[in-house]
DNA sequence: TTGTAGGCGTTATCAT
DNA sequence: ATGATAACGCCTACAA
């Protein structure tokens, strides 16, 4: 068996001198002697003494920790994201707890459940493409533990979130297109349940809509975001009389599924059809197609917008301080067309 | 402000019964009386109790939280090897603690000592590329936090990890390669300080070796895994007189940025060169050139695996058993070919 | 069957 | 300038 830690109490007992001295002496408490105060700080470092973190936590109701909830890390999108988090995390002396729901809504309630039961200082996620229901959150309020929703955000006012604009985007993409001549332009969205579906629709339509164009519903297909989903919606809108000769795809993952199926139907992607999606991943710069041009969402921003905020909420709620409002952080993207 | 939180305390009082009695009652504990039983668990509902983790934490010094360490999770390698992690760590009520070293060693260490602070239970850590000093992890055992290695672990013994055969998987393409009729067959190896880097080149060498051919050293180049440093590699291997007509690289990453090195100096790949590489990463399948055949190194097993041992680990040390060895447990890696 | 009391490591509030 | 003590929330050996 190990010989166990250090502690004050036991500096304490070998100075003969009591654990408040020693707790004061380390913290260098202005009235205290210097003579005690060197004779405890020598001692301390002879034994390698080194606070207990986890005591200090417990009385001062911290945790010094965050939790971040996302899909996937495996997405460059995400673990950008992250990075950003991270980042600030680490400036603040904080550490993140990560979970990812897998896109899986029981999955996000059960990580949320273990970080509430961690007691983490605050929770930064974005939600899962099954989500529509909100009320698993509310068990935090309880704790008074703060939310941050970064893209993938509820549909609602009254939270704190990070989102990139992407009705404003969708039009400048809308319009992009149309200043290359295309007409028939062709729109696979995501799932109904992420906001930033309905977000990016209402930009397509009232894209083509100020373009006196009339918006064709056939041309606009959904996918669940797996490969099969999207080749699906891809078969619908090229099989009709009248296919479009461009293609807005919800991201790039959906865009490299996409040129998938075009491909082995020998569409003559970028040629016969224009495609373009949302991200701006740094991986398209080594597919076979990369989209045409790519919304960027500027993730590591956007983590690191939500940590700010996070870390605002914290000290507000340290201070007793209460904030008069929502945070409702929106990032402009832009439309990168640097792509041969 | 918010009414606190209900505790055994404040339930014991409002019941008239001892906090004994309460804590006895929530945890089930036989001998109570069934009528108090189910009044304090009554009321505990009532007030919507749940214990303080914390605090429990606190007494039984323990966290159930890891911490895991890695490079990069955007390298979709380890962020499936965290996804191993993950799947194991919840099933046993384990949350993780994240930390990416982005390769760089003084991170490392300030992450390690972050986890240090926070008292996880254990740590599983991939290391930096720029790791080839040990003594940070010393630190860690005056608190007996048990550490598994995996995938980029240390060169000595007396640790715990989980790896890859690299050398059999090595000797393993290098006769593919042969099979297929190459003789000239470059290799381009990763950083010196990896250990793995060490294990490819002796794969390399005794597998060339093995086919009767001299082993020509102005074949074997390196990279710091940085695109630029992989053009270079290549510029010297097709700036000779006699190039190679097979390229092994370190990963896929560097295979990707071997192939635009290719690429944009009109070499015919995979016709005139064939490309093969290490880690079988499913981005892969989107790319213009994939490795023909790329080593399997199953990260999600790794990940598991590594968890698993951890969990073995802590169990151990929560018994105060001491466990006689050391893990090694090599993970066996796969050429896969099923590249068109 | 239930209560009492001590302890985990630290800090803060009183005293002295 | 220093000491004694309570408090954070929970558990548990011991007492009743």
Redesign the pocket.
């Known amino acids: 068996m190990e010989n166990?830690?250090p502690?004050?109490?036991e500096i304490a007992k070998r100075l003969?001198?009591?654990?408040?001295?020693v707790?004061?002496a380390?913290?260098d408490?202005?009235?205290?002697?210097l003579?005690?105060?060197t004779r405890v700080q020598e001692l301390a470092k002879e034994l390698n003494y080194e606070?207990?973190s986890q005591?200090?936590f417990?009385?001062q109701?911290k945790t010094y920790v965050i939790g971040v909830i996302l899909p996937y890390i495996r997405e460059e999108f995400f673990s950008e994201a992250i990075r950003g988090i991270e980042t600030l995390a680490l400036e603040h002396d904080y550490t993140i707890l990560l979970g990812q729901s897998f896109d899986d809504f029981e999955r996000e309630k059960k990580v949320l459940d273990a970080f509430k039961k961690q007691r983490v200082d605050g929770v930064i996620i974005s939600l899962s493409k099954q989500t529509n229901e909100y009320t698993h959150f509310e068990s935090l309020e309880k704790y008074e533990i703060p939310i941050v929703y970064f893209d993938r955000v509820p549909p609602f006012k009254q939270v704190h979130k990070v989102y990139c604009d992407l009705r404003k985007g969708t039009i400048e993409m809308v319009n992009w297109l149309f200043n290359k001549g295309h007409r028939r332009i062709a729109f696979i969205n995501g799932p109904d349940k992420i906001h930033a579906s309905k977000e990016r629709l209402d930009g397509y339509i009232d894209g083509i809509s100020g373009k006196k164009i009339k918006v064709d519903m056939q041309l606009v297909e959904r996918t669940d975001l797996t490969k099969e989903s999207t080749h699906k919606a891809m078969e619908n809108l090229f099989k009709t009389k009248n296919p479009p000769n461009a293609v807005i795809t919800f991201n790039d993952y959906v865009h490299l599924d996409a040129v998938q199926y075009a491909k082995q139907h020998h569409i003559k992607i970028n040629k016969e059809v224009l495609f373009i999606s949302y991200a701006n991943l740094p991986v398209t710069s080594y597919v076979a197609h990369p989209p045409m041009a790519s919304l960027e969402q500027y993730p590591f921003r956007q983590g690191e917008k939500s940590m700010e905020i996070l870390m605002e909420l914290i000290k507000a709620k340290n201070e007793k301080r209460t904030l008069k409002a929502w945070f409702d952080e929106k990032i402009p993207a832009t439309l990168i067309t640097t792509r041969s």
């Open positions: 166990k830690l502690t004050i109490k003969n001198v009591s654990v408040s001295t707790s004061r380390l913290s408490h202005p009235r205290i002697g003579r005690t105060k606070p207990n005591a200090i417990f009385k109701k």
